[in-house]
């Protein structure tokens, strides 16, 4: 059984900041589950460019208000608490916030921990042990 406090990673390697976000990595793939966790805050009046083009992500909002535009299309959709998406087609998009965001996110395959985005938004793709 794994147990862990999200106040214990706050500061810590396995709090990863951007310009835009914060994701504190609560599950990662060293911990052998199949998938990674992370509680990330997504900046108010921010935009950031996110395309897993090697990871499928579920976001639930907790707190928070914004948007998400996918690019390929222009459909946009609310952001607020109690919403989920999944990117399952591994869409390019946008992500808006309109105000801080609380988001609990969870990556298939699971993320390393020091995963930032790239200058196409996406991650690496994964290395396989």
Not at 38 to 46: F, S
Not at 70 to 95: K, Q, S, W
Not at 111 to 124: I, K, N, R, S
């Amino acid at each position: 059984m794994i147990v862990r406090h999200l106040e214990d990673r706050i500061g810590t390697a396995y709090d990863v900041a951007a310009a835009t976000w914060n994701s504190r990595r609560l599950l990662l793939q060293e911990d052998g589950v199949g998938f990674s966790l992370h509680d990330t805050v997504i900046q108010a009046g921010t935009e950031t460019l996110i395309w897993y083009k090697h990871h499928v992500e579920a976001v639930y909002c907790i707190e928070g208000e914004g948007e998400i535009e996918l690019t390929e299309t222009g459909a946009t959709y609310a952001i607020r608490p109690g919403m989920m998406y999944v990117l399952d087609g591994h869409e390019r998009h946008l992500l808006r916030g309109k105000t801080d965001m609380r988001m609990i996110c969870v990556f298939n395959p699971p993320c390393t921990g020091q995963e930032v985005h790239d200058e196409e938004g996406a991650y690496a793709a994964p290395r396989h042990n």
